[in-house]
């Protein structure tokens, strides 16, 4: 119900701002028995089109040969039965590499709603077209400034570690002289 009101309030804020037609439309990915395409309350009626991705028969879209509706193929009926062949199409298709990393990527993603083995297989197989894509390009920035920050933390970390030792080493040196640095090494150790 509250995907439904927020379909209904992004069809009004458009209405209002862009003052274009609107047509509602919501892509169910994975079967429900419980989802309608209309809202009801005691004051208001919406209706609009709900597209069942599971209801699609894959057979039917692989014969239609259309390229963009090849990542869903994985959540059609059927739909296990083409996922190599729908991954061969892109793979093979006029497109250029960013277009057919982003198809291949959108359909291991997806794929991941069906099957967990799925996606790995598509990612060893084509991983060289994959690493093209704008959502591996953002997961990738992720881990480096994930990595970077944790390296930085580390650093501080033994910086301020070597930075005690250095100051118990330069007391003992100071208070106890060279008898006090012999104790130096079993300090270090329990660090």
Not at 89 to 101: L, N, T, V
Not at 105 to 133: H, Q, Y
Request: charged share 30%; glycine share 8%; hydrophobic share 40%.
């Amino acid at each position: 119900m509250r995907l439904t009101i927020r379909l209904l309030e992004y069809r009004c804020r458009h209405l209002l701002e862009e003052k274009l037609p609107v047509i509602s439309l919501l892509i169910l990915l994975s079967p429900s028995s419980s989802s309608f395409n209309v809202y009801q309350d005691e004051e208001v009626r919406y209706e609009f089109r709900l597209v069942k991705i599971a209801e699609f028969d894959a057979s039917e879209i692989m014969e239609m040969d259309i390229p963009c509706l090849m990542p869903f193929i994985p959540l059609m009926k059927g739909g296990e039965k083409y996922i190599d062949e729908a991954d061969r199409r892109i793979y093979e298709g006029p497109f250029s590499i960013q277009a057919k990393s982003d198809l291949l990527t959108g359909m291991a993603i997806l794929g991941g709603l069906v099957s967990e083995s799925f996606p790995l297989r598509l990612i060893k197989r084509r991983r060289d077209i994959m690493i093209e894509s704008a959502a591996y390009e953002i997961i990738k920035k992720e881990g480096y400034e994930e990595g970077l920050k944790a390296g930085i933390e580390q650093g501080i970390e033994k910086g301020i570690q070597q930075g005690i030792l250095f100051a118990i080493r330069s007391m003992l040196e100071l208070r106890f002289g060279a008898e006090g640095l012999r104790l130096y090494p079993e300090i270090t150790a329990v660090a």
